[in-house]
Nanobody
Framework: QVQLVESGGGLVQAGGSLRLSCAAS??????MGWFRQAPGKEREFVAG????????YYADSVKGRFTISRDNAKKTVYLQMNSLKPEDTAVYYC??????????????????WGQGTQVTVSS
């Protein structure tokens, strides 16, 4: 009933910025999250936000550099990425979670996933 489409990835120099977008169609779930996966590594949580309220959650590796936000009218979630590092290089995925209470940081908790968008940071 819900589909997610990511956009905004690309190639950027270390220290630069990118903004990712995740557009939701159909029924929206309670929590939206951003994950990333580099070649040969496990998919890891980056940031999460609820559709209502003000709760957000960030992985330690991106705190102070990344900001997650939402536009409820457009049913879109954003990830502003500043001070990018080569280790941020990965495919970034948007995901939706039905949980009405907390922002989960585990992949198993999310029910719907987007197709992913590539982010490459050069040194």
């Amino acid at each position: 009933q819900v589909q997610l489409v990511e956009s905004g990835g690309g190639l950027v120099q270390a220290g630069g910025s990118l903004r990712l977008s995740c557009a939701a169609s159909g029924r929206t779930f309670n929590v939206m999250g951003w994950f990333r996966q580099a070649p040969g590594k496990e998919r890891e949580f980056v940031a999460g936000i609820r559709w209502s309220g003000s709760s957000t959650y960030y992985a330690d590796s991106v705190k102070g550099r990344f900001t997650i936000s939402r536009d409820n009218a457009k049913k879109t979630v954003y990830l502003q990425m500043n001070s990018l590092k080569p280790e941020d290089t990965a495919v970034y995925y948007c995901a939706a979670d039905r949980s009405p209470y907390t922002i989960s940081h585990t992949t198993e908790s999310y029910d719907v996933w987007g197709q992913g968008t590539q982010v490459t940071v050069s040194s």
